[in-house]
């Protein structure tokens, strides 16, 4: 393996998952006497370039053909996108005589705002079945994987974008130079990138293993992404730090010849950054032990459900639950069922430990007594949904940051262990 940034061949393991399904490959019924195919899941670290990364073993097109992922069954997404269209129409000052175009735009979560708002847009969705989600509310898509060829068509055909939008993808390529060279294609001269993607200080900081999945090549720290961006000519100026996916950033960026001077948001999460170790190889030497520690406390709280018979489901059928599932080792015996709003995934079971998935319906069906929420990083979300338990004295535990309960006494986790 090489780096796929420097091409180094330098690169240090910081965190080894084992082998593991792909997190989007959830099973049919008849596909449970088949086998499934693993893929080693093993984060390194550049020691030229720090660009944390795993292999690319799957190709994008082997998960976003026909993909699980619908954006718009959370709301607090969907809501975390209409603020930022908002804004970004205001302080860029969009309207008709602009254009936006998002990259990997999935179901229009984001561009039915700018639809609402009548600002010309684009969105750029690979997989067929989501983008048909997007056009049936009326928002343009393009069903294509970007590259530079694509990009090329599209400023053709549509113009250069005043404002080009890549949130979530960033981490999803494996080819990162010649996709950066075509978001700097797709952006006007004068024109704006904007970047959401997951922080691996929080990676780091939290042990936030299960964000490593194998549709996610790369993670970056707001330096590393700054290289990443200069192989196309694109200076990042500022750089927002937001609660989504467990800590992200939105990351500014401009074409050098109109970047301008840097904003002082940037060098502040850049010291933050230095301060954590995260510069230098030696930040990243704790992150798997830690990692080995969330997962033996998880696994002690639900053996411990078992011997109190108490009934264990879990809420969400995300990426990074079928990484913790995987890798803890949680099967039915400890947790019976995973529900999960998107109507897609109803029928079908999680890869690898094959949870069967189940509509949420069936938690007021069924009663348990302990949900478990595999988005943990929605845990806001999840616990205003999930007030009804309460009803059955239901409780609601969240594996990370460290576990805890939201619903129920605040002492339940300890209270079951001793």
Same mark, same amino acid.
């Given at each position: ?22 997190? *989007?490959?959830?099973?049919?019924? *008849? ?22 990364? &795993?292999?690319?073993? &799957? ?9 699980? %992922? ?15 269209? *908002? ?17 990997? +735009?999935?179901?229009? %979560? ?46 053709? *055909? ?14 999803? $390529? ?10 700097? &294609? ?7 990138? +904007? ?59 401009? @074409? ?23 510069? +230098? $190889? ?54 019976? %069922?995973?529900?999960?709003?998107? @109507? ?62 939201? &619903? ?9 262990? +001793?």
């Amino acid at each position: 393996m090489r780096c796929r940034l420097c091409d180094s061949e330098h690169l240090l393991s910081v965190l080894d998952l084992g082998a593991t399904p792909p997190c *989007e490959r959830f099973l049919l019924e *008849e596909q449970l006497d088949l086998p499934e195919t693993t893929y080693p899941l093993h984060l390194r670290l550049c020691e030229e370039c720090l660009l944390l990364q &795993i292999p690319a073993l &799957i190709t994008p097109e082997d998960t976003f053909t026909d993909y699980a %992922y619908f954006a718009s069954y959370s709301d607090s997404w969907v809501e975390h996108a209409r603020r930022f269209v *908002e804004k970004a129409a205001h302080d860029l000052e969009l309207g008709s005589h602009s254009s936006i175009v998002e990259v990997a +735009s999935n179901d229009g %979560y984001l561009l039915r705002h700018a639809v609402s708002a009548g600002i010309p847009c684009l969105g750029i969705e690979p997989s067929v079945n989501v983008g048909a989600a997007a056009r049936g509310i009326g928002v343009p898509t393009l069903t294509a994987f970007l590259d530079e060829g694509t990009a090329e068509d599209i400023r053709r *055909e549509y113009g250069p974008a005043d404002l080009v939008v890549a949130n979530n993808v960033y981490a999803h $390529i494996p080819d990162l130079v010649e996709f950066t060279r075509a978001l700097r &294609i797709l952006v006007a001269d004068d024109g704006w990138l +904007s970047i959401e993607v997951h922080h691996a200080l929080n990676l780091v900081r939290s042990a936030q293993f299960d964000t490593v999945y194998h549709e996610h090549f790369q993670y970056y720290t707001v330096l590393s992404a700054m290289r990443a961006l200069a192989t196309a000519n694109l200076c990042v100026v500022d750089v927002e730090q937001l609660g989504t996916h467990g800590g992200s950033i939105r990351l500014w960026a401009r @074409p050098e010849e109109s970047a301008g001077p840097a904003g002082p948001r940037l060098e502040a999460v850049l010291e933050q950054e230095r301060e954590a170790g995260l510069h +230098s $190889i030696h930040g990243y030497a704790d992150l798997e032990p830690r990692a080995q520690s969330i997962r033996r406390e998880l696994l002690r709280f639900l053996l411990d459900c078992r011997d109190r018979d108490l009934t264990v489901v879990g809420y969400g059928a995300p990426g990074k639950g079928n990484t913790l599932l995987n890798y803890c080792g949680i099967r039915p015996d400890l947790m019976r %069922y995973t529900v999960d709003r998107n @109507p897609y995934k109803h029928g079908r079971y999680t890869p690898g430990v094959r949870l069967p998935i189940r509509p949420p319906e069936d938690l007021d069906k069924d009663r348990p007594d302990v949900v478990v929420g595999l988005p943990w990083n929605l845990e806001q979300e999840l616990t205003a949904q999930l007030q009804p338990i309460n009803a059955w004295d239901g409780r609601l535990v969240f594996p990370l940051p460290t576990l805890h309960t939201t &619903i129920g006494p605040s002492d339940f986790v300890r209270s079951v262990r +001793s």
